[in-house]
């Protein structure tokens, strides 16, 4: 079991700033990426910041040159400052990651994906 626990999400107004955590805890043995999804209301679920194996990152057009993803690899947390928030940045945010566990004595393992229950970001003047 692997568990996530987003927190920073709440009320922000346009160019202000918000910075939104996630733990993660359970049975972790490799991380491929980890980073952060959002919805929002009306529109399908897209790809906000991840950092991914070797921590090299992507970031959605979107949000270039305004959001920051880092990891703390030694605590698994990753975090997602957002500056210059605007009315679009309205969503439920949801922590990532992609793991590799061993699934066997053998050694042979799978890669699993697990979602936080998401934190919501509301931008409102």
């Known amino acids: 079991q692997v568990q996530l626990v987003e927190s920073g999400g709440g009320l922000v107004r346009p160019g202000g700033s918000l910075r939104l955590s996630c733990a993660a805890s359970?049975?972790?043995?490799?991380?491929?990426?980890m980073g952060w999804y959002r919805q929002a209301p009306g529109k399908e679920r897209e790809m906000v910041a991840l950092?991914?194996?070797?921590?090299?990152?992507n970031y959605a057009d979107s949000v270039k040159g305004r959001f920051t993803v880092s990891r703390d690899y030694a605590k698994n947390t990753v975090s997602l400052q957002m500056d210059s928030l605007g009315l679009e940045d309205t969503a439920v945010y949801y922590c990532?990651?992609?793991?590799?566990?061993?699934?066997?004595?053998?050694?042979?393992?799978?890669?699993?994906?697990?979602w936080g229950e998401g934190t919501l970001v509301t931008v409102r003047s």
């Open positions: 990532y990651i992609r793991i590799q566990r061993v699934v066997n004595v053998e050694g042979a393992t799978r890669s699993m994906d697990y």
């Open positions: 359970g049975n972790i043995e490799r991380i491929h990426s």
């Open positions: 950092v991914n194996r070797g921590g090299s990152t």
